[in-house]
């Protein structure tokens, strides 16, 4: 372990050799007899600790501390004296920032202490002052614009972002109230109130006002920062710009509001003209049977209508059900759900066919509902606007794809007419491709059908 450096300064030569030779094997001593001397001493040597006596020709010891604070502030200073000088040691306080006073003739025990407490707290300095230089390194670096401001809600420190996001000149910020730039001023008594009572924040969203004026949708992290005895220097802010996330978040949550009412929109049309009609043409045989029934007339035909309109309403219920929650696919997976939509939705006019590997691994629900909402989307399009007499489904995998064809015999259509392609509900499914990262290519030809060849990677 290195030994402290203690640089020791007194008149009387006879107090420097008796300094030296009651500490010279703990601590690394240097002596001066006078301040000038102490001068060349610092500007050559790391001292840590410097002990003045008080009463010297030319300069005394708080002189000579006040003189070494600008160029050597790290020095922890101590202060020698055989005088009983009240107003010396106010002095050496305020003016000299003397760490002790110690009065001659000094107790070697207690003088050792203080030497290795002045050490210890020029050893707390140091690292203070390195981290001080790396937070402003981050300060001064960071992307996000930082705020300090003191606790009359004026800006007082500010780095090179905050000038950037609120657009003001190098100099502009300074004691700017920090109210200015918030646009809500009771955001900005909320922030000071609850810094005040948790000395912290995070994520607080407010509205504050950036370059030319404009609004910026911002979340704030905060924090106080405190003197040794706990009171409060100023506070500081970070901030962080989330308006083009608020924009996007506002975006899908109008694209979620749509879908969900185009979804109730389906469910209702499909209730209304399936079951509904179903029920209402129960109801009318029910009235006729009651009718006939009062009249004594033959109610058997009446009879044998109303199981076909039941098994129809049923079978309009499990389309619906099956449409809007595929059971299948959560109960035995994409395979068995595929299979499902190929018999519910094959029929005389419309064969569909489905062709796997033997060995398709099972996949997560995220990735597979993507897969089958994809097939059922084509499937819907293929009869409901191609005419297609035939749809095939094709589905298999290597080690690092998944890949899906779909083909149909319909009418085609030409590929670069948009308005088609939206009709066909071609956006849909290219949503769902790149939701899963996946890469597709489409062959339509007119009179002839629609080919999807769609590749997946298995780790999307």
């Known amino acids: 372990m290195e030994k402290i450096k203690v640089l020791y300064i007194d ?40 002990i003045s006596d008080q009463r010297m020709p030319g300069k005394s010891g708080v002189d000579f501390f006040e003189s070494i604070l600008d160029i050597h502030p790290n020095p922890i200073r101590i202060l020698l004296t055989a005088y009983s000088d009240i107003n010396a040691v106010i002095d050496a306080i305020n003016r000299g920032s003397v760490y002790r006073y110690v009065t001659k003739p000094w107790n070697e025990y207690d003088l050792k202490l203080t030497i290795e407490n002045a050490y210890h707290l020029y050893h707390l300095k140091e690292q203070n002052n390195k981290l ?25 420190d500010y780095n090179k ?17 920090i109210s200015s730039i918030i646009k809500d001023k009771n955001d900005t008594h909320e922030i000071i109130n609850k810094l005040n009572k948790k000395g912290i924040i995070t994520g607080f969203e407010c509205q504050i006002y950036g370059k030319n004026n404009s609004i910026k949708n911002c979340l704030i992290s905060a924090n106080k920062i405190t003197d040794s005895y706990g009171e409060i220097i100023s506070y500081q802010v970070i901030i ?75 079978s309009d219920l499990r389309r619906i059900c099956h449409n809007t929650l595929p059971l299948a696919l959560y109960e035995y997976g994409i395979i068995e759900a595929i299979k499902e939509l190929q018999q519910t939705n094959s ?39 191609s005419n297609a007499t035939e749809i095939r489904i094709k589905l298999e995998n290597n080690k690092e794809h998944i890949i899906l064809n779909l083909k149909d015999n319909g009418i085609g259509f030409n590929i670069n007419d948009m308005k088609l392609s939206k009709g066909h509900g071609l956006k849909n499914i290219k949503n769902r491709i790149e939701s899963l990262k996946g890469k597709a290519s489409m062959n339509s030809i007119m009179n002839e059908g629609t080919e999807f060849n769609i590749s997946f990677p298995v780790h999307a």
Not at 281 to 302: M, R, V
Not at 353 to 379: G, K, L, V
């Open 347 to 385: 029929n005389d006019n419309c064969k569909i066919f489905f062709d796997y590997n033997a060995n398709f691994p099972i996949i997560t629900n995220p990735f597979s509902i993507s897969i089958f909402r994809i097939i059922q989307e084509f499937i819907n399009n293929s009869i409901k606007h």
């Open 132 to 156: 001080s230089l790396k937070y402003r390194k981050v300060f001064s670096d960071s992307s996000d614009p930082i705020l300090l401001f003191d606790t009359k809600g004026r800006i007082v």
């Open 240 to 314: 962080k710009d989330i308006t083009e996330q608020s924009k996007m978040n506002q975006l899908l949550l109008k694209k979620t509001i749509e879908t969900q009412e185009q979804e109730r929109e389906r469910i209702s049309r499909d209730l209304h003209d399936g079951i509904g009609q179903s029920l209402v043409a129960l109801k009318l045989h029910f009235e006729s049977l009651e009718n006939n029934y009062n009249q004594n007339n033959n109610i058997e035909n009446e009879l044998k209508s109303i199981p076909k309109i039941l098994t129809n309403a049923i």
């Open 161 to 177: 972002a905050a000038i950037n996001f609120i657009g003001a000149g190098s100099n502009s910020l300074n004691l700017l109230p």
């Open 11 to 50: 008149d009387e030569i006879i107090n420097l050799h008796a300094f030296k030779a009651s500490f010279r094997r703990l601590f690394e001593i240097h002596i001066a007899v006078s301040a000038e001397e102490g001068y060349k001493i610092l500007k050559t040597n790391p001292i840590e600790v410097v």
